[in-house]
C-alpha cells in the first residue's frame, strides 16, 4: 500500500549558510559598524548579539531575510526575550524541529476531518499516513499544504508506491 511520512525538518546546512551570509551582512553595513554584532549557532539555537533592542530587530529582520532565501520557513523561529543591559543586548531564537504531540494530534484530526480514504499514525515526532490509492495521499498533502493554522512547516518525505 502506498504511504509517506509527514514531518517538520530543519536543513542545518542551510542554515548555517544564511548565518555566514547575515554575518557578513551585519560586518559590512554601515549602522552596524563598531558594535561588534554578530550571530552565533548552537545546536538548533541562533543567538543574536549587538549593542541595543533596535539592533536586535535590524538583525532579526536580516536574520529573517536570508533563511527565507535558503528555503528555511519562518514559523519554525521562536524568538526569545531579549536581554537588554547598558552597552549590550542578546536574543536567542529557538529554531524548532520534529513535530511534539499536541502538533501530531492536530494533524491527524484534520486529516480526519476531511474524510480522507487514509489512515494515519503518530510514529515518534512524524505521521505516517497509508492508503491504497496514490491519488489519495497526493490530496492528503495538497489538503495540508493548504492549511494556514499549522505553527510549524510540514514536509512529506519516504513516499512509497
Known amino acids: 500500500m502506498p ?10 546546512h542551510e542554515l548555517t549558510n544564511a548565518l555566514d551570509q547575515a554575518n557578513k551582512e551585519v560586518t559590512t553595513r ?8 554578530k550571530f552565533e549557532l548552537k545546536e538548533t539555537t541562533v543567538t ?7 539592533q536586535l530587530d535590524q538583525m532579526f529582520d536580516i536574520l529573517v531575510q536570508k533563511t527565507n532565501r535558503r528555503g528555511i520557513d519562518v514559523k519554525c523561529m521562536e524568538r526569545k ?15 524548532k524541529e520534529g513535530l511534539d504531540a499536541a502538533m501530531i494530534k492536530k494533524v491527524i484530526k484534520a486529516i480526519k476531518d476531511a474524510k480522507l ?20 495521499l497526493q490530496d492528503t498533502m495538497q489538503m495540508l499544504r493548504g492549511m494556514e493554522d499549522l505553527e510549524l512547516p510540514l ?3 519516504n513516499f512509497r508506491d
Request: aromatic share 8%; no cysteine.
Open 117 to 136: 480514504k487514509v489512515q494515519t499514525a503518530g510514529q515518534g515526532d512524524s505521521v505516517r499516513v497509508t492508503g491504497k490509492k496514490r491519488d489519495d
Open 81 to 95: 526575550d531579549a536581554d537588554v543591559q547598558l552597552k549590550t543586548a542578546k536574543q536567542e531564537i529557538e529554531m
Open 30 to 37: 554601515y549602522d552596524f559598524k563598531g558594535t561588534d554584532s
Open 3 to 12: 504511504s509517506f511520512d509527514i514531518v517538520s525538518e530543519l536543513d542545518k
Open 155 to 157: 514536509q512529506f518525505n
Open 48 to 54: 543574536m548579539h549587538t549593542q541595543s533592542d533596535f
